[in-house]
């Protein structure tokens, strides 16, 4: 009887860690094909702020390379056009953070973003008013983030 009780109790973890795999694949390949999402496919308002056109220049010319086109994300960093980037789950602050201090892979399997020189405190709130305003024009808006 013993030997019967802990059969099921294999099988149960079998069929648990299975599970966990499934979802921890489709998880992955929800996030991933959030990143594919084709730059012209993200919407631009027709007129940014003055703050957001110039961080518009300079987000082409600091993060483009790894966080693509309108932020559409690419090989190399995550799309900020994501839920997952909404301003309640990373405020401002964090955008500020990241190109100072660089950040450690998290979210993505991008691995770890190495800071950015040459870019000021001026500079980073252009861009991320840019980032914030396409957020909105993408029905990206601030929700509270919940554990």
């Known amino acids: 009887m013993a030997s019967q009780g802990f059969a099921k109790a294999i099988v149960v973890a079998i069929l648990a860690v299975g599970a966990g795999l499934i979802l921890s694949r489709w998880l992955d390949a929800s996030l991933t094909s959030q990143r594919m999402v084709e730059a012209n ?9 003055p703050l957001a056109e110039r961080g518009r220049t300079l987000f ?5 390379a790894c966080h693509g086109e309108k932020g ?3 090989d ?5 056009i994501h839920e997952i980037y909404n301003p ?9 953070r990241a190109p100072r201090t660089g950040v450690r892979a998290h979210h993505w399997k ?6 950015v020189e040459g870019v000021s405190d001026d500079d980073l709130r252009a ?11 993408n ?3 601030y929700k509270p983030h919940v554990m």
């Open 76 to 80: 190399q960093g995550p799309p900020f």
């Open 88 to 96: 309640g789950h990373h405020a401002d602050a964090a955008f500020m």
């Open 110 to 115: 991008f691995g770890d973003m190495p800071p």
């Open 72 to 74: 559409a994300g690419t």
């Open 41 to 49: 496919a993200i919407a631009v308002p027709a007129e940014l702020s």
């Open 127 to 137: 861009i991320i008013k840019y980032i914030r305003e396409l957020q909105q024009a």
């Open 139 to 141: 029905g990206i808006f």
């Open 60 to 64: 082409d010319a600091n993060c483009a």
